[in-house]
């Protein structure tokens, strides 16, 4: 290449960290040059996923998908990736070509594909045929052992299938056992927003016109179980991770003196907040100075932001919440399990507590600024026909917490905001949020919900009849 870069073996990107700067040259022996342009997935000592140029020995060159695998693992994932590839290739599916792999003991493996360009994961749009893509793979025999939206890319109108590494195989050629079936698609759909359950039985029939021979045994009530299944599994794995080590959080941890988290990809953005979150509030338009807490606008990295400060008023209070986890976690936590299920709030981007030898300080929690009229603003006019979208989306919320067992706590009409680009109210403050295993204690959490809700406007008003009578549905 024309270029002089620096020269990487797989050895050297083991020990290279999370962030190994590109471009740089990897030599793959007889194979040629790969030249790495940009990175799109990384787990540091393990895997390497970026898009970049090949130069194979000939001289051509042509854009590539390269997996770049080391550590202890990188044998197995390595033989699995390649026979995930081989599978898709035999049973005539569509997705990326592999042009060339291989292993070397002791240094790792490589596996270049072919890139797919202007490919994008399917959206609500593409659920239909994204089904009937995940019913032609269950009729050849297969199935995606991690099967999620972004395990399907969308090309010129074809939806392929990347991430050889979890495909898996019952016997190539003969369609999928109805359970096994069932419970793959139950996977992809339970990663649908929970509002779109009322979609399931659609999909059920665009599953069984493309494989009829395990979709005729499926029942949409055996679907329905086997996405609430694979939902509270996937959500519980979810959780464990907000506040750990990953590929999506930044933990940094002071010992007995707190910590902070951030996502990944709005670290850099939010890092004068981060650095002084006191000075950003105090710089900031205050939109709530309390005893237990403070609210700000504030503006970082020419973006806007809503900082929250969870104060601690005196020992006495310090001490009661010694054993709790703080509000700011809470809310955190809560933040993402809406986010994780479709439902409008303020994205969480960070979260940081401070300690005093284990004993509770003040946190503070970071978060998108979400532009929009609360409730009580849009709807203060008061005619039901002019808001009638707005309204049948209250309907909406209020029955994907239902689905969810999820209550607020606190249903003030300033904690429901309208989402312009989604057209759906958005829930702020979660701070009293609460998932709820049992259905009693639920049920009782809700009515409390509704009834909170229903006090926003005066008992007589057209808008709280129309929303007793919609609630009550």
């Known amino acids: 290449m024309s ?8 050895a050297d990107l083991a020990h290279g960290g999370r962030d190994v700067a590109l471009p740089l040259a990897i030599p793959l022996a007889s194979a040629g040059v790969l030249r790495l342009e940009a990175w799109l997935r990384v787990l540091p000592g393990q895997r390497y996923v970026g898009r970049g140029v090949w130069q194979d020995a000939t001289g051509a060159r042509r854009q590539v998908l390269a997996k770049l695998l080391m550590g202890k693992k990188a044998a197995r994932q390595f033989a699995r990736e390649q026979n995930g590839a081989l599978l898709l290739a035999a ?22 594909f ?49 991430d050889g590494g979890g495909i898996r195989a019952e016997m190539p050629g003969r369609a999928l056992s109805p359970g096994l079936a069932l419970e793959n698609l139950g996977m992809f759909c339970a990663q649908w927003p929970i509002g779109m359950e009322a979609g399931l039985s659609g999909a059920l029939a665009a599953y069984r016109a493309q494989n009829p021979d395990s979709g ?25 991770k907000i506040t750990r080590e990953c590929s999506s959080f930044h933990v940094r941890k002071q010992g007995a003196f ?30 709530k100075d309390g005893g237990t807490a403070t609210v700000a606008r504030v503006e970082a990295s020419g973006r806007t932001f809503i900082v929250k400060r969870y104060n601690i008023k005196h020992f006495r209070h310090a001490l009661g919440r010694f054993w709790r986890r703080s509000r700011a976690w809470h809310a955190w936590r809560e933040g993402n399990r809406l986010l994780a299920l479709g439902i409008p709030t303020a994205r969480p981007l960070a979260l940081i507590e401070r300690r005093w030898f284990w004993f509770s300080g ?3 929690l970071v978060m998108e600024y979400l532009p929009g009229e609360d409730i009580l603003h849009r709807l203060q006019a008061g005619d039901t026909a002019a808001n009638a979208a707005e309204i049948a989306a209250v309907g909406a919320l209020f029955a994907d917490l239902v689905r969810a067992r999820l209550s607020h706590g606190d249903m003030k009409g ?26 009693l204690t639920f049920t009782r959490a809700h009515r409390r919900d509704c009834r909170r809700f229903l006090r926003n406007w005066p008992p007589d008003s057209p808008l709280a009849h129309h929303f007793f009578e919609l609630l009550h549905k």
């Open 414 to 439: 300033s904690n429901l905001i309208w989402h312009e680009k989604e057209a759906r109210w958005a829930l702020i403050d979660l701070d009293a949020m609460r998932a709820h295993c049992q259905h």
């Open 114 to 162: 072919e890139f797919l360009e202007n490919a994008r994961a399917p959206g609500a749009e593409d659920i239909d045929a994204a089904v009937r893509a995940i019913a032609r793979l269950h009729a050849r025999g297969l199935w995606q052992e991690d099967l999620h939206p972004d395990n399907l890319l969308l090309q010129d109108g074809q939806l392929c299938f990347v």
């Open 91 to 112: 049973q005539d599916l569509p997705a990326p070509a592999l042009l060339a792999a291989e292993y070397v003991a002791g240094d790792g493996g490589w596996l270049l």
């Open 258 to 287: 707190g910590f902070c988290v951030a996502r990944r990809d709005a670290e850099e953005g939010i890092a004068p907040i981060l650095e002084n979150p006191d000075a950003c509030i105090a710089a900031g338009h205050l939109y």
């Open 216 to 240: 005729a045994r499926m029942e949409a009530s055996a679907l329905r179980r086997a996405v609430a299944r694979q939902r509270r599994a996937r959500l519980r794995d979810w959780l464990r």
């Open 3 to 10: 270029i002089a870069l620096p020269v990487f073996c797989l």
């Open 362 to 364: 003040v946190a503070y």
